[in-house]
């Protein structure tokens, strides 16, 4: 089956250490995204990639980062400067930016 | 991107039709109507979009007025699983990096 895998479903952080969230898709995807969900809001860009090894910053980067060193993988990783982690993180992929968007089941970080 | 109303909350019966409407009256030439809604705890679910034309798939139909200012998504015989909340977005394909989840409709369906 075609579509969009995310694990853990839910991640536990300790104070100060990173944790980094898996996303993968075999839909032959050419753009992916990240967005943060927090309690009854929408949906906030982190990252995005048109392409692999090309990614630009969303709206709240800030301590956050990814990587896209393969076209059907984009992890993002929640470093010890984001000092409000606690949200539903969902990914998210289009065959071309631009185009609509599927979405992963999401993983759900929380901070201990 | 256009901004959308949506009502907060609507009640269907199951087996009957769930209309769920959106007013987009701001909405320009170049820009889509898409439809996505999110079950809870689950990430949100592509339904269907449309430019002008009324669409249908195997989820819904989506009827779009002739102004395009607004529009209703049709659930022809809505089951207890599409209990969620739906939201009307309004796009422009090409430069969308984002989606913007407005607040949405919470649609209930009761047995």
């Known amino acids: 089956d075609g579509g969009i895998t995310q694990s853990p479903k839910y991640l536990f952080r300790k104070e100060g250490q990173n944790v980094t969230l898996s996303c993968e898709q075999n839909?032959?995807?050419?753009?992916m995204y990240w967005y943060r969900q927090d309690p009854g809001q929408g949906l906030r860009l982190i990252y995005y990639?048109?392409?692999?090894?090309?990614?630009q910053k969303g709206d709240i980067a800030e301590g956050y980062s990814v990587s896209r060193e393969k076209k059907e993988s984009f992890p993002l990783t929640v470093t010890s400067a984001q000092k409000n982690p606690t949200a539903f993180y969902l990914c998210?992929?289009?065959?071309?930016?631009?185009?609509?968007?599927?979405f992963g089941p999401g993983t759900r970080l929380l901070v201990l | 991107d256009a901004k959308t109303t949506q009502p907060p909350s609507m009640d269907c019966a199951e087996g009957r039709a769930a209309n769920l409407p959106c007013n987009h009256s701001?909405?320009?030439?170049?820009?889509?109507v898409y439809w996505y809604r999110q079950i809870h705890s689950q990430g949100p679910q592509y339904i269907i979009h449309?430019?002008?034309n009324n669409e249908t798939n195997e989820m819904a139909s989506l009827i779009i007025t002739e102004d395009r200012k607004s529009s209703t998504l049709i659930l022809p015989h809505a089951t207890l699983r599409d209990t969620a909340v739906y939201y009307c977005?309004?796009?422009?394909?090409?430069?969308?990096?984002?989606?913007?989840f407005g607040g949405g409709t919470r649609v209930l369906v009761k047995p």
């Open positions: 998210a992929s289009s065959i071309v930016q631009g185009e609509t968007q599927y």
């Open positions: 839909l032959n995807h050419d753009a």
């Open positions: 990639s048109q392409i692999v090894n090309d990614f």
């Open positions: 701001t909405i320009s030439g170049n820009e889509y």
């Open positions: 449309g430019l002008k």
């Open positions: 977005i309004v796009r422009i394909k090409a430069a969308g990096n984002k989606l913007t």
